[in-house]
C-alpha cells in the first residue's frame, strides 16, 4: 500500500491532467472560480471527478476508510434505532444518501431483517460509477434496492441516513480581509492552480455578519474559514421527502463555536490522498477527496428552519459505547474477535474517531427519545 504523496500510475496521471485542463480553461475564461465550483468539479466532474472516475477510493488500497466500511457495528447500532422509528408505519422506507461501497446499506438492511422489520431500501447516489458498485454488492448480499437520481416527490414515512456525505459537498472558502469578508477561489499562476481572493459577494458577507452576531465576536483579521452553501437546500428537500420519521446524519464535524474558534483560523479543509490527510486541494485534481468538516449548529439550524426537529445530537463515540457495544470487561476475547475490537476502539475512542464524528438526529411529525450517549444539544 502506498503511504505517501508520491505521483500516481499513468492512468491516474492522464485522468488528473484531463480534469486540471477543462478546470483550467473555466479559470482562464473567467480569470477566477469560487473554491466552490472548483471543489465540485474535483469531486463530481463526470468520469473525471474524485467520485466518479473508477478510482478506489474507499479501503486500505484506497484514500481512506469510513465507519461502515471499518465494522459493522454502526449500522447494527443504527438498526436498533431505526427499527423503533419503522415498526409504526405500514410500508416504510429506508432513504440512505450517499451510499459510497455499499456496505451500510447490506449490513443496515440485513440488521433491519434480523429484527424482522420490513422495509424498502432506497438509495440516492449522485456517481454512477459508485451506483455500479453498489449494485454488485448488494445483488451479491441479495439485499433489494432502489435506487433514486433525486429525493422522492411524494414524500414517505421511514429514515434517511446519511454518513459522511455532507462533508463532501463543495464548501464556500472565505478571509476575512481588513474587515471584509472575501471570497476565496482558485487561479492558475506559474503552471499550477493557486489560491486566489474573489470579488466581495455580498449573500456570503450577509451570512458571515450574521455568524459574528450569533458567535458574539468579530472573526480576526486574516481568519479563513468554510461554509456550505448548498446545506440549507439539501436540508429542505429532506424536510420535503419524509412525511413522518426520522433523519440520521453522521460526520465529522463541530458546533458552530468550535468550528469558528479562533483557535482554528486556517478552517477545516481536509484532503485524502493514499491515507495520509493534508491540506493542498490542488494536489492531483480528482484523485484525492477533498471534504470539509460539517457545522453542525448549522445543520440543526437549516433543519428547524425546514420544519425538522432537532431529536439527538452527540458523539459517535458516546452513540456506540452507551448502546452497548462494547465487550464485557471479564469475558475473554479469541482470536478473531481482535480485529474487530480494534475497528471498534477506532470508532469510539476520543483520538480516533470516537470524538471527532457525531451523530444528529432529527425527527418529524412522530416523537422520539434521544440517542444513546450524552445529549449535547445544547451546545448546538
Ligand atoms: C465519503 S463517501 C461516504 C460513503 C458511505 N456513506 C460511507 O460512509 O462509507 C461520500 C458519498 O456521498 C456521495 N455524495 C456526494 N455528494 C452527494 C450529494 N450531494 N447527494 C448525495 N450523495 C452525495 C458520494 O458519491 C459518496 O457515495
Excluded at 72 to 81: D, E
Aim: hydrophobic share 40%; charged share 25%; with cysteine.
Amino acid at each position: 500500500m502506498a503511504t505517501d504523496l508520491s505521483r500516481p500510475d499513468p492512468d491516474g496521471s492522464g485522468i488528473s491532467r484531463r480534469l486540471t485542463r477543462r478546470i483550467r480553461t473555466e479559470i482562464r475564461a473567467r480569470g477566477w472560480i469560487g473554491f466552490e465550483r472548483f471543489m465540485e468539479r474535483a469531486l463530481y466532474e463526470p468520469e473525471l471527478g474524485y467520485y466518479n472516475n473508477g478510482s478506489t477510493k474507499f479501503g486500505p488500497l484506497g484514500d481512506f476508510v469510513t465507519a461502515p466500511e471499518l465494522s459493522p457495528v454502526l449500522a447494527g447500532v443504527l438498526a436498533t434505532r431505526i427499527a423503533d422509528v419503522l415498526r409504526p408505519f405500514d410500508e416504510p422506507v429506508v432513504l440512505e444518501v450517499g451510499a459510497g461501497t455499499g456496505r451500510l446499506a447490506v449490513d443496515l438492511a440485513r440488521a433491519l431483517r434480523a429484527l424482522d422489520i420490513r422495509a424498502q431500501y432506497w438509495i440516492l447516489e449522485p456517481s454512477p460509477e459508485l451506483r455500479d458498485r453498489q449494485r454488485r454488492r448488494c445483488a451479491a448480499a441479495g439485499i433489494e434496492i432502489r435506487w433514486l437520481d433525486d429525493f422522492p416527490r411524494e414524500p414517505f414515512d421511514g429514515a434517511i441516513v446519511a454518513n459522511e456525505v455532507l462533508d463532501a459537498f463543495p464548501a464556500t472558502c472565505f478571509v476575512k480581509r481588513a474587515g471584509e469578508v472575501r471570497p476565496l477561489g482558485v487561479g492558475w499562476a506559474e503552471r499550477e492552480f493557486a489560491w486566489m481572493e474573489g470579488p466581495a459577494d455580498a449573500e456570503l458577507s450577509v451570512y458571515i455578519a450574521s455568524l459574528e452576531r450569533r458567535l458574539g465576536r468579530r472573526l480576526a483579521d486574516g481568519y479563513r474559514s468554510e461554509v456550505s452553501r448548498q446545506l440549507p437546500s439539501w436540508m429542505r428537500r429532506v424536510a420535503a421527502a419524509l412525511s413522518r420519521g426520522a433523519v440520521y446524519v453522521l460526520d465529522y464535524g463541530l458546533t458552530e463555536t468550535e468550528y469558528y474558534h479562533p483557535q482554528r483560523p486556517h478552517g477545516t479543509l481536509i484532503c485524502h490522498y493514499r491515507h495520509r490527510a493534508h491540506d493542498n486541494p490542488f494536489l492531483f485534481p480528482g484523485l484525492q477527496d477533498i471534504s470539509a468538516w460539517v457545522d453542525f449548529s448549522a445543520c440543526a439550524r437549516t433543519a428547524r428552519q425546514a420544519g425538522l426537529t432537532v431529536a439527538g445530537f452527540t458523539t459517535q463515540g458516546q452513540f456506540l459505547v452507551e448502546a452497548g457495544t462494547m465487550p464485557d470487561a471479564g469475558s475473554r476475547p479469541q482470536a478473531a474477535d481482535l480485529a474487530a475490537a480494534q475497528a471498534l476502539k477506532t470508532l469510539v475512542l476520543p483520538g480516533e474517531m470516537g470524538e471527532r464524528f457525531k451523530l444528529l438526529v432529527l425527527s418529524r411529525g412522530m416523537s422520539l427519545d434521544p440517542p444513546p450517549g450524552r445529549d449535547f444539544r445544547a451546545r448546538l
